[in-house]
Nanobody
């Protein structure tokens, strides 16, 4: 599976961005899809995942602000990010976990990443 992200950029605090990730083939039946971010000097963090039933899960740091969704027909994963904060600044990666649709945190496939920068 090849994954290509887009939609990153620079915004001011309180702004919004929507990230997109197009997969080379359908993944919703056998993969958990996730958005993982990494900031310089910080550990990688899975901010949002969606399993093969469409059930989303969020890190506490983004609950109520971020929304993950999957357009199965377009093979596209989205991350709508609202009320952005400077601490959301990171490289955001789309990833696929081939755990039969369950989110096991074992991501075998990664996109190239898209940078999100939030300024005061």
């Amino acid at each position: 599976v090849q994954l290509v992200e887009s939609g990153g950029g620079s915004v001011q605090e309180g702004g919004s961005l929507r990230l997109s990730c197009v997969a080379s083939r359908h993944t919703y039946s056998n993969y958990c899809m996730g958005w993982i971010r990494q900031a310089p000097g910080k550990e990688r963090e899975a901010v949002a995942t969606i399993d093969n039933t469409g059930d989303p899960s969020y890190a506490d740091s983004v609950k109520g602000r971020f929304t993950i969704s999957l357009d199965k027909f377009a093979r596209t994963l989205y991350l709508q990010m609202n009320s952005l904060k400077p601490e959301d600044t990171a490289m955001y990666y789309c990833a696929a976990d081939p755990g039969g649709g369950y989110c096991l945190g074992l991501y075998n496939y990664w996109g190239q990443g898209t940078q999100v920068t939030v300024s005061l």
